[in-house]
């Protein structure tokens, strides 16, 4: 993160929580801002539910997708682990899933009332390059954009990382 475009007006996006939320703290503790957490796991919400969260710290039981609506959710193979995926992919148990709501970037800003995101952090599990995509066409207002890449869940997840990146 470049801490230098950061006050306490900036407006950070925080996608896919888990059972962590150390970087939405560090970066409310260090610029006094609000933190907009979202993650549509059951073991995420029960998760958020019980913890004391910083006031400036606003969670979302929905997850971004690159359109809104309710889709079906895998949950992980290990019961002890959090993340979960829309995606099929080898970490997720396909025949246990839950439908979870997903909202679109563009719906999620004007729920909200943003006209601009100084922040956005996306862990979401392989879904980030239908986001992105979706981000893209949308011609969002941006200052930083922090993506954990799962290229290993993707066929050709390599080149498709390069691509994104690129546009």
Not at 111 to 135: C, F, P, R, T, W
């Amino acid at each position: 993160i470049c801490p230098e475009f950061l006050d306490k007006n900036a407006v950070v996006y925080s996608f896919g929580i888990g059972e962590d939320i150390s970087f939405d703290r560090a970066v409310i503790n260090n610029h006094d801002c609000h933190v907009f957490g979202f993650d549509p796991t059951p073991k995420s919400i029960g998760w958020i539910n019980r913890q004391k969260v910083p006031g400036k710290f606003h969670f979302y039981g929905f997850g971004i997708s690159d359109k809104s609506g309710f889709a079906d959710f895998y949950l992980p193979k290990n019961p002890e682990y959090v993340s979960g995926s829309i995606i099929k992919q080898k970490n997720v148990d396909l025949m246990k899933k839950v439908s979870v709501e997903m909202k679109s970037i563009k719906d999620i800003m004007n729920e909200l009332g943003h006209q601009h995101i100084d922040v956005l952090k996306m862990d979401i599990e392989g879904s980030e390059y239908a986001v992105i995509e979706n981000i893209l066409d949308a011609k969002i207002s941006m200052t930083q954009i922090l993506i954990e890449f799962h290229s290993r869940f993707i066929e050709d997840g390599e080149h498709k990382t390069a691509q994104i990146i690129a546009k």
